[in-house]
């Protein structure tokens, strides 16, 4: 059996992994992508992650299962990778201004190392509820390239191609997994109306003592603090949740707004942090949520795993998992 993936961006590369993982040899996978690791687009939404574990997913089982999954098996990959992957450890406190679902708390506080509930009288003001707990963080541009090295390693072949039809992937291989992030709203053969971007901007800044992320949920924008490893000390600061929004360029009242917004949430940052950098990215989100899907087309299998909006990095090695288990008809 031969397998082909459309997409390198971390849920394409997450599948490859789960491949290579579940015993397939290197040789017999195939990644084909008209972006790869190392290049920036508005249409690559990888490299603009902030990106750590975090609250961000929706309350479906479906999904919080697969932040368990990736939770639980990043110390693996990062073994795999080795130190200096831009992959590590850090504390996180996240709040909320509104009572977040009781079934993602119950879920969470099942796994989450050193998880524990802030007593109401130590949450700032507006605040109306607060968790502590060991996250993963994530350099997402180092991340890539490091995985994607270490993929080739074992024999995968990279190809640069933009993929017209989603048939054509069944030059490389009898089974197909489409991981075309929002590119899978247009892509030929098998448009998903359903996939549209959640756009974000986020400000990266130089910040050595700031060692901790840092998240607030309102109820219209999130705002978050996450320090990137293996960095020298880049700490990326956000955000916005903008549906609907596909505008590749960044604004400077939104700058403004993150560096206000930020350094309320953490007074150590300053009000005049040392900017380094400032970018946006298109999230891929989907109507009906993240989509594992099987679909027998005239020339092969063709799996789906696409629509992982803000979650890629903490909830895509679990739907990838998933997807390879539909491909080799494992059970679920
Ligand atoms: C500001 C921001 C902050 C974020 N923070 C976090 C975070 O903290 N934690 C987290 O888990 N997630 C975070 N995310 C979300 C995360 O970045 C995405 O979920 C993830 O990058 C989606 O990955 P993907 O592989 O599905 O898509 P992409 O990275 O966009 O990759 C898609 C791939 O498909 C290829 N492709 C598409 N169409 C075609 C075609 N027709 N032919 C050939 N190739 C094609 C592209 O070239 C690319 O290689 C954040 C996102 C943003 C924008």
Request: with cysteine; hydrophobic share 35%; aromatic share 10%.
């Amino acid at each position: 059996m031969t397998f082909a993936i459309v997409g390198c961006g971390i849920v394409g590369l997450y599948t490859a992994l789960n491949l290579v993982e579940s015993g397939v040899k290197g040789s017999e996978i195939t990644i084909v992508a008209e972006y790869l690791p190392g290049d920036q687009s508005i249409n690559y939404t990888s490299p603009w992650a902030g990106g750590n574990f975090s609250c961000i997913s929706p309350d479906d089982a479906q999904t919080l299962h697969f932040d368990e999954t990736t939770y639980k098996h990043l110390a693996a990959i990062r073994k795999v990778l080795g130190p200096g992957c831009g992959l590590d450890r850090r504390p996180s406190t996240e709040y909320w201004d509104y009572l977040p679902d009781q079934r993602k708390i119950d879920s969470l506080s099942s796994y989450l190392q050193d998880f524990a509930i802030i007593p109401s009288s130590q949450l700032p003001q507006g605040v109306v509820f607060g968790i502590k707990y060991l996250s993963w963080n994530f350099n997402c541009p180092k991340f890539l390239e490091v995985l994607k090295e270490y993929l080739a390693s074992t024999g995968i072949v990279f190809v640069r191609r933009k993929i017209q039809n989603v048939d054509e992937m069944f030059e490389f291989a009898s089974t197909v997994f489409n991981c075309t992030g929002i590119g899978a709203r247009a892509l030929g053969g098998a448009e998903d109306k359903n996939i549209y971007p959640a756009r974000g901007q986020v400000v990266v800044i130089k910040a050595p003592h700031i060692n901790e992320n840092r998240m607030r949920w309102g109820p219209e924008d999130v705002t978050y603090i996450i320090p990137r490893p293996d960095s020298q000390s880049q700490v990326v600061l956000g955000g916005y949740l903008q549906a609907n929004n596909w505008c590749a360029d960044t604004w400077k009242t939104e700058t403004d707004d993150i560096i206000r917004r930020t350094s309320q949430l953490f007074p150590e940052i300053g009000k005049e942090p040392e900017i380094l950098r400032v970018a946006c990215g298109l999230r891929p989100s989907r109507q009906g949520g993240v989509r594992v899907e099987k679909e027998q087309r005239a020339k092969g299998l063709l799996i789906h795993v696409s629509g992982l909006s803000g979650y890629g990095y903490q909830a895509g090695y679990g739907a990838a998992r998933r997807a390879v288990r539909l491909a080799k008809s494992y059970k679920l």
